[in-house]
């Protein structure tokens, strides 16, 4: 069985489901850099500055640390980007086999499913259209037999 290996035109397949685990990941990734900033900021307060006001302390940790503050929230989008990316590999196979499905259904005819090499569930598609082939030959030889009885 020959896979694709067209490029996605797109990253976004299924809104509600990518959309849930981006904003998952952006809020995770918020939680972490806000963790971040307090631990810093407690650390420099105990640590460092026992005698310091909080207003210098956190102008002091800012100050210190703002290299890595900027890099922290740049990384946002590249984490965000890389979900996107990872969810097209399941959202987009989900997708085909659904409208696949859906043919199916109303019963037209519905060509061998392929999904692109790096995509999840390869097997899932193998045994789809291993179900569509054994339909397939029953509906044949249901036609067959009436054909004969005639």
């Known amino acids: 069985m020959s896979r694709q290996?067209?490029?996605r035109r797109t990253?976004?397949?299924d809104p509600e489901v990518q959309g849930n685990v981006i904003r998952k990941i952006t809020i995770h990734w918020m939680i972490f850099f806000g963790c971040n900033v307090l631990a810093l900021l407690i650390w420099v307060r105990l640590f460092e500055q026992p005698d310091?006001?909080?207003s210098q302390t956190f102008s002091d940790t800012l100050r210190r640390f703002l290299p890595f503050f900027v890099v922290t929230l740049a990384l946002i989008p590249a984490f965000v980007w890389?979900?996107?990316k990872l969810t097209s590999r399941f959202a987009g196979p989900i997708l085909r086999l659904r409208e696949a499905l859906a043919d199916a259904g109303k019963?037209?005819?519905v060509p061998p499913l392929r999904f692109r090499d790096n995509?999840?569930?390869q097997e899932m598609a193998h045994n789809f259209n291993l179900v569509m082939e054994r339909c397939e030959?029953?509906?044949d030889q249901s036609t067959s037999?009436?054909?004969a009885e005639q």
Do not use: M
């Open 107 to 109: 019963g037209r005819v």
């Open 11 to 13: 990253s976004i397949f």
């Open 82 to 84: 890389d979900t996107l």
């Open 119 to 121: 995509d999840f569930w």
């Open 5 to 7: 290996k067209t490029k």
């Open 145 to 147: 037999l009436e054909q």
């Open 52 to 54: 310091a006001n909080w």
């Open 137 to 139: 030959t029953e509906q």
